[in-house]
C-alpha cells in the first residue's frame, strides 16, 4: 500500500505513520516537501507502484470490503483487458444520507468522449499502461484540473475495458471540492477544462470534435442554471464566453441586467409548467 500525502494542514501525517508503525512491511508513506496539487500529486504515487496492477483510493473515499476479491477474479478472468471499474455507492457529506450509485457501461472511446461514467476509486489498471500513457502523453505538464478522465479516453483506445456491474466503493460527494465546485462560474470552468481534455484526445486520435460549439453548450447549461437563481453576476460572465450567439440566448441580455426580471420569469415559467 502506497500512501501520498500532499502537504495536509491537520493531523493526516500523524495517523498514516502510526499505520505505517503497526505495518511496516506493508505500507509506504510518500511525504512531499511542497505541496504537488492534485494531478502530480496521483502520479508521483503511481509512479512508486511496482505490481502488475494498481487499485487507487481518493482520500475522503473507501473501498468495500470485496473490492479486491471481486476485480482480482475478473483479472485472472479477462487477462486482455487493461482497466477494470465497478459501481460505487455515494454518501453524501452534507447530507450525512447514502444516495444513489454511481457507474454504469462506459467502456469505449466514443462513449466516454460524450460523458465520464467510471468512479475512479473503483478501478483497477495494468501498470504498462500507467508507463506508456506518462511516456506519450506526459499529462504533468498539461493544465488538465483532473487526472482520471484523460487516462480513461487514452486507455480506451490503446486498450479494452471492463464494466463490472456491482459497488465495491462508497464516493464521497463533497461541496466545493474540484469535482464539485461550490458557484456556477467554477463549475463551468470544471466543465470547459473536460472539453479541452475531449479536444485533446480527439485531435490525438483523428476524431472530429467541434469544441467552440461544446463549450458554447456548456456556458448556456449554466446560463440557464444563473437565471434560474436570479444569479445575474454569473449570467453576465457566461454570457459574455458565448462565441455563437443564437436567437434563444438573446434574452438572457435583458434579465442579466435584473434579478427582477429574473425572478419574474421563474415565477411565469413554474406557472405554465403547472
Known amino acids: 500500500i502506497i500512501i501520498g500525502d500532499d502537504c495536509s494542514t491537520d493531523n493526516t501525517r500523524k495517523i498514516l505513520l502510526e499505520y505505517k508503525n503497526k505495518y511496516p512491511n506493508v505500507i509506504t508513506l510518500l511525504f512531499n516537501k511542497h505541496n504537488l496539487g492534485l494531478v502530480k500529486n496521483y502520479f508521483n504515487i503511481l509512479r512508486h507502484c511496482s505490481g502488475e496492477y494498481i487499485m487507487q483510493c481518493a482520500g475522503d473515499d473507501y473501498w468495500l470490503p470485496n473490492k479486491v476479491a471481486v476485480q482480482t477474479e475478473y483479472i485472472f478472468k479477462y487477462p486482455d483487458y487493461g482497466m477494470f471499474y465497478t459501481k460505487v455507492n455515494t454518501f453524501e457529506q452534507n447530507k450525512q444520507t447514502f444516495s444513489d450509485t454511481m457507474g454504469s457501461t462506459c467502456v469505449s472511446f466514443d462513449e466516454l468522449i460524450i460523458g465520464d461514467s467510471i468512479p475512479a476509486l473503483s478501478v483497477v489498471f495494468k501498470r504498462d499502461l ?145
Open 130 to 274: 500507467l508507463l506508456q500513457y506518462l511516456s506519450e502523453i506526459n499529462p504533468e505538464d498539461k493544465t488538465w484540473p483532473m487526472e482520471d478522465y484523460p487516462f480513461w479516453l487514452w486507455i480506451s483506445k490503446k486498450s479494452k475495458i471492463y464494466f463490472i456491474d456491482t459497488a465495491t466503493c462508497v464516493y464521497r460527494i463533497i461541496q466545493n471540492s474540484v469535482s464539485h465546485p461550490d458557484t456556477l462560474i467554477k463549475q463551468s470552468d470544471f466543465r470547459i477544462s473536460t472539453n479541452e481534455v475531449r479536444a485533446f484526445f480527439c485531435n490525438c486520435f483523428s476524431v472530429d470534435y467541434n469544441k467552440i460549439e461544446a463549450d458554447d453548450n456548456v456556458y448556456r447549461r449554466y446560463l440557464r442554471e444563473s437565471l434560474l437563481n436570479s444569479d445575474i453576476y454569473s449570467m453576465k460572465i457566461l454570457f459574455k464566453k458565448l462565441e455563437k450567439i443564437k436567437i434563444k440566448d438573446i434574452k438572457y441580455m435583458f434579465f442579466k441586467h435584473s434579478k427582477f426580471l429574473c425572478r419574474c420569469y421563474c415565477k411565469i415559467r413554474n406557472i405554465l409548467k403547472a
